[in-house]
């Protein structure tokens, strides 16, 4: 008897009395032998390890400083919203870990049936809630506002966004994050809106050195140590464009003899002289 050429299964195989002799045990030996056989590793199945790397050391911290406020020995009611908003902070981390460790397996060239039944939804569900698309936007704004890694895929990467003003925009989210103070909080502080803000600390707006002096001070930072960041991340002075001279397409009028003014006082013709 000859053994299975799946080579995760090896089994004797009793031979087939007429026809082709068998190769495998059955049609599931078969498929598998042939997803082996054709698995090749994707070019970018590292692509994901960064974020998830990050994504875990923070997941890591929130839990740590959750632990540590749960077990203090402080009844007072704000010490009770604190971990009340420490626990909902874990929320958002957790959702930025499934959608990394998603996309990370769709790289590896892992099937979605297996992917969906690992997360315990359907294959519809898993199309749905993790696109290719939202999974790169949802890690680039991690990125961004981490400064840790930034995910560039497709239209959505931030191409028109110059170095010097992703190194701002960095500098502002490491500053807010390090402040443990929400973007509404900041938004007190600085007396501008919580989502203008956060467009601020994601790089889709630039401040002005007003906000960016008002928002570092809000942190706990030095304005004079962000000074020479916000100057490099301005544009370039553009010169004023000159307005188009209007040329007239009309002939020029012709020239037209003005006859010299009457002398004062003279209402009509001069008068001839009397001898």
Not at 190 to 206: C, E, F, H, I, P
Request: net charge positive; aromatic share 4%.
């Amino acid at each position: 008897m000859t053994p299975c050429k799946n080579a995760k299964c090896g089994k004797p195989i009793e031979p087939n009395p007429v026809g082709r002799p068998k190769e495998y045990c059955d049609k599931r030996c078969r498929d598998a032998a042939y997803r082996a056989g054709h698995a090749v590793p994707a070019p970018n199945a590292q692509r994901f390890t960064p974020c998830l790397q990050d994504i875990t050391r923070d997941l890591a911290r929130r839990v740590e400083a959750l632990g540590r406020a749960a077990e203090a020995d402080d009844r007072s009611g704000a010490h009770a919203l604190r971990v009340l908003e420490l626990a909902a902070g874990l929320g958002p981390v957790v959702e930025d870990l499934e959608a990394a460790s998603v996309q990370q397996a769709r790289d590896r060239r892992v099937r979605a049936a297996e992917i969906a039944r690992r997360l315990n939804v359907s294959p519809g569900r898993l199309r749905s809630r993790w696109p290719t698309d939202r999974v790169a936007r949802r890690m680039r704004q991690r990125g961004r506002a981490n400064g840790a890694f930034i995910v560039q895929q497709g239209a959505d990467a931030a191409a028109g966004e110059s170095p010097e003003a992703t190194e701002l925009t960095l500098a502002l989210a490491r500053l807010q994050r390090a402040s443990g103070r929400n973007l509404r909080e900041l938004g007190e502080r600085t007396g501008v809106s919580a989502s203008y803000l956060s467009r601020v600390l994601t790089g889709k707006r630039r401040p002005s050195w007003e906000l960016a002096q008002a928002l570092t001070a809000a942190c706990g930072g030095d304005p004079a140590e962000l000074l020479p960041l916000w100057q490099a991340a301005r544009p370039p002075a553009r010169s004023p464009a000159r307005a188009p001279t209007r040329t007239s397409t009309r002939p020029p009028a012709p020239h037209t003899p003005v006859s010299a003014p009457a002398r004062a006082g003279s209402v009509g013709p001069p008068a001839a002289a009397f001898g």
